[in-house]
């Protein structure tokens, strides 16, 4: 729940310091299967993309303009889609919010890929657990989001189960080693 009230605390003080308890109203998470991701297309025509939960599709780019690379966005799973009631000591309206808690992905720096770099898709992989909080999974605001992706395994590649332990969030096979993220 660290991981939570900080995500929740980062968004409702962004602009302010404050240190006061952040409550959930109920304690209570309510999840949705699906989100939707409403974008720009190149040719500025309104755009959607969809998040369906339960018919595979939870790849999402996430803006991140300091991160390295030739890419500013960073590649997440979508776990699960959830809305919360949320107030403080300060102001006892709750507030709607709305968060998506992920799976980190980054990319595989031994395949060189990226829109400048070559023709070939963008090469990622599940971030390893280590048992730092925030690193492996994480919250992220939907208002982040820039588009939804397609993440294609890289069949010949193989599975793996040293990314992360026996979880639910893990296929019983194990993780693809790696995917190709289709934007």
Known sequence: MDLLDSHLRDRLFSDQDCDGPVFVKDDTLYEHPLFSIKYTSYDLQREQDTVHLKYGSEGIMVHAPTTPGPEPWLYAHVVAVYHALVYTEADPMAKR????????????????????ISKNYTRISFVPQSGIPGEAFGFVDPSHVIRGCHLLPIFNLGRTRDRLGASMFRDEKGDWRAFYANR
Do not use: D, F, K, Y
């Open 97 to 116: 919010v709305e968060l998506l808690w992920v799976r980190w992905m980054q990319q595989e720096t031994s395949h060189l890929s990226g829109p400048n």
